[in-house]
T-cell receptor, first 110, second 114 residues
Framework: GIQVEQSPPDLILQEGANSTLRCNFSDSVNNLQWFHQNPWGQLINLFYIPSGTKQNGRLSATTVATERYSLLYISSSQTTDSGVYFCAVDGSSNTGKLIFGQGTTLQVKP | GAVVSQHPSWVICKSGTSVKIECRSLDFQATTMFWYRQFPKKSLMLMATSNEGSKATYEQGVEKDKFLINHASLTLSTLTVTSAHPEDSSFYIC??????????FGQGTRLTVV
């Protein structure tokens, strides 16, 4: 099956700093999503981005499907950005089943 | 996007008892829902695919008799953890696939078996 690898596993930032999170996947995908898991466990949808570039406020994402990676950019980080960021993919067979990466744990310090 | 409600948010039960978790799609008719499990400080793993009106499809290694799934309507899927044991303690979360294959998740249920 598809392998999903995220890097870095942990990241500590000072408030106001920028960061880039990476997601590599081993095969063609039909769906790629980025999520933020808050301290209560809820998964917040950030981007649905099987290809191309999207922006939403301080966050943006780019997926280069041909090279099998996606990047999540966080600019001017805030303490509320802390949490775990997951990348998840659904393979080209489009089953709806998501395969999650191991996540990047982000801590933003005031 | 789809709005998904999961209940309860947390539950504590005694070993040997069963616990039912509900996943509701509030604004979208979902023929398919998905159940995931997450251990502390770990990623999410798919447990099963819940199919409206038919049997659930379980991932390899998931005990179907332990984790009973029922999807009786287009808006409700339930996961019952039967004869729960401490090793079943975990975070369980369901998802619904929207119209453009984007997945939306419920709030999750934290199960503690004592």
């Amino acid at each position: 099956g598809i392998q999903v690898e995220q890097s870095p596993p942990d990241l500590i930032l000072q408030e106001g700093a920028n960061s880039t999170l990476r997601c590599n996947f081993s095969d063609s995908v039909n769906n790629l999503q980025w999520f933020h898991q808050n301290p209560w466990g809820q998964l917040i949808n950030l981007f649905y981005i099987p290809s191309g570039t999207k922006q939403n406020g301080r966050l943006s994402a780019t997926t280069v499907a041909t090279e099998r990676y996606s990047l999540l950019y966080i600019s001017s980080s805030q303490t509320t950005d802390s949490g775990v960021y997951f990348c998840a993919v659904d393979g080209s067979s489009n089953t709806g089943k998501l395969i999650f990466g191991q996540g990047t744990t982000l801590q933003v310090k005031p | 996007g789809a709005v998904v409600s999961q209940h309860p948010s947390w539950v504590i039960c005694k070993s040997g008892t069963s616990v039912k978790i509900e996943c509701r799609s509030l604004d979208f008719q979902a023929t398919t829902m998905f159940w995931y499990r997450q251990f502390p400080k770990k990623s999410l793993m798919l447990m099963a695919t819940s199919n409206e009106g038919s049997k659930a499809t379980y991932e390899q290694g998931v005990e179907k008799d332990k984790f009973l799934i029922n999807h009786a309507s287009l808006t409700l899927s339930t996961l019952t953890v039967t004869s729960a044991h401490p090793e079943d303690s975990s975070f369980y979360i369901c998802s619904v696939e929207g119209t453009i294959t984007e997945a939306f998740f419920g709030q999750g249920t934290r199960l503690t078996v004592v």
